[in-house]
């Protein structure tokens, strides 16, 4: 059945009301029709709105941690394993969902959101082809080509192309399916992925992956819960969002064991079932909120988290001189220490300091005392902050993937453009910390991968609100982004 675009339900994406173009997810309705993809897709007009923030405020208070974005998206991606109905609690709401949400409805999949819980259906998987125009949009979206392959038999996904922060290459993913037994063509930009031989399953096989991706690591797991045999992967990934996926996994009978190790091997199994699974906090919410205690000498207590999920982070803080609290097992508070002072930061692969929380430390250094070397590891492009917060009087040069920030006294407010979704973070951190008003352009980034965070904000006492580019109007911060 189709449906003309114009029927469909208002779309809120980028801080824009859109007509989505594709099979939407409505708050409290069920969707159970399949919709045809469009033939023309028109970008989104470029948005004016800003993020004006009053620094130098005090914050107090507590704050609500949201459902790990990067968990929510590959787990949504898992739902494709499974015919039976699923349902996954603890999603936040941010546009990188609601468009994982779209790429699973032009799949076929029925997806229906009540509250913070996704209710899925893939029972019938109409379409083999993910739409480019919505995985050019998120790289996550990729990783359903793992499942889509072992549950179909044949995937094909474009190549998501590179982003702001670096190229992003797939190559791992795409020769974890070829040792599994997939004939896999890049063509026309799009990865063709079959299973040779009429078979009618992936097999399972020994991946040793030249890097931990994250990715790669989830896409091969989630394609080997379906294969036919044992699958080994070495050199995986460890991060707390792939033990998600496998909980996940397994809370639908896959049989997968080593999750959170650098070896996961799994068990093939002809089917999965039903499940109803809440996923973990986001550390890296988390540890921005720590962040901005620390930055601006408050006192903020944080829940639900995962305190061993932030090991790298908390003991980054502290060796600056926050000090942070752990008063219940999913509670951490930090409270204004001592003067704080420079440190060293490299980033790796979990469980070393994560690159999702550079931007934000390095916004928290510029202002402590002595000299830090900051070393980005994991990506090639992820300094282009660096330019941003020295405009707000921060002395950071960089040499490489090398950033030396000397601590200054103070920062002032001023015009920032957002790069990405973390220096989006960093920026708002700074602004929260520096003299004077601080503008911030470009909020796509950070609607992406934060849930209300003006709003989270503004309830521990900060001054800060959306206005017209243009016309400097205030204007309300999207409530939601449901689709
Ligand atoms: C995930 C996270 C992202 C985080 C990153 C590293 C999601 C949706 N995103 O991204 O927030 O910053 O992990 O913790 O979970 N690489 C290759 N070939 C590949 C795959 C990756 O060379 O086939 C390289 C990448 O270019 C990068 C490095 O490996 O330099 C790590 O990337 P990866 O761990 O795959 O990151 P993502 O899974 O894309």
Not at 147 to 153: E, Q, S, T
Not at 163 to 185: K, S
């Amino acid at each position: 059945m189709r449906f003309p675009v114009e029927s469909l339900p208002k779309l809120q994406l980028c801080g824009q009301s859109l007509q989505s173009k594709f099979r939407v997810v409505p708050e409290d309705r069920a969707i159970t029709s399949h919709l045809s993809i469009p033939s023309s897709y028109t970008p989104p007009e470029e948005d004016k709105t800003v993020l004006r923030i009053w620094g130098k405020q005090p914050l107090q208070g507590q704050v609500k941690i949201s459902g790990a974005k990067n968990s929510a998206l590959v787990i949504m991606a898992g739902t494709l394993l499974c015919a039976d109905d699923c349902r996954i609690r603890n999603v936040p709401d941010l546009v990188d969902v609601s468009r994982m949400g779209e790429i699973l409805a032009a799949l076929g999949v029925t997806v229906h959101r009540h509250g913070d819980a996704l209710e899925v259906n893939a029972s019938h998987i109409g379409q083999s082809k993910a739409p480019y125009e919505l995985v050019s949009q998120l790289r996550a979206s990729f990783f359903v080509i793992g499942p889509l392959l072992a549950r179909l038999g044949v995937a094909r996904v474009p190549l998501p192309g590179g982003c702001a922060i670096g190229a992003r290459p797939v190559d791992l993913h795409v020769r974890g399916l070829q040792a599994m037994g997939a004939d896999v063509q890049i063509e026309h930009g799009t990865v063709h992925a079959y299973l040779k031989g009429g078979r009618q399953r992936l097999q399972g096989a020994r991946i040793y992956l030249d890097c931990p991706s994250v990715g790669a690591t989830e896409t091969l797991m989630m394609a080997a819960t379906l294969a036919e045999g044992e699958t080994i992967l070495e050199n995986a990934a460890q991060e707390p969002e792939v033990v998600d996926l496998a909980n996940f996994c397994r809370a639908m009978g896959a049989r997968i064991r080593g999750a959170g190790t650098n070896t996961i091997v799994i068990s093939g199994v002809p089917r999965l079932h039903s499940t109803d699974y809440s996923i973990i906090p986001d550390r890296i919410e988390a540890g921005t909120f720590l962040v901005a205690g620390a930055i601006t000498r408050s006192e903020i207590s944080l829940a639900p988290v995962i305190p061993e999920h932030l090991a790298a982070v908390i003991a980054k803080l502290r060796s600056i001189g926050a000090e942070i609290h752990a008063d219940a097992p999913n509670r951490l508070r930090i409270v204004p220490g001592q003067r704080h002072v420079a440190t060293d930061i490299k980033t790796l692969p979990y469980p070393g300091f994560p690159t999702d929380m550079q931007a934000q430390f390095m916004a928290l250094l510029t202002l402590s005392e002595g000299n830090s070397v900051i070393t980005e590891t994991v990506f090639e492009n992820r300094l282009r902050h660096v330019a941003e917060l020295n405009r707000m009087g921060a002395d950071i040069t960089v040499k490489g993937n090398l950033a030396i920030v000397r601590g200054v006294p103070m920062l002032s407010g001023a015009p920032v453009v957002a790069t990405d979704l973390r220096a989006s973070a960093a920026l708002v951190l700074a602004g929260l910390a520096a003299d004077g008003v601080t503008t911030i352009q470009s909020l796509q980034h950070l609607e992406r991968g934060y849930e209300n965070l003006e709003g989270k904000l503004r309830g521990l006492g900060a001054q800060l609100g959306r206005f017209d580019g243009e016309t400097d109007l205030p204007i309300a911060a999207p409530s939601s982004v449901t689709v």
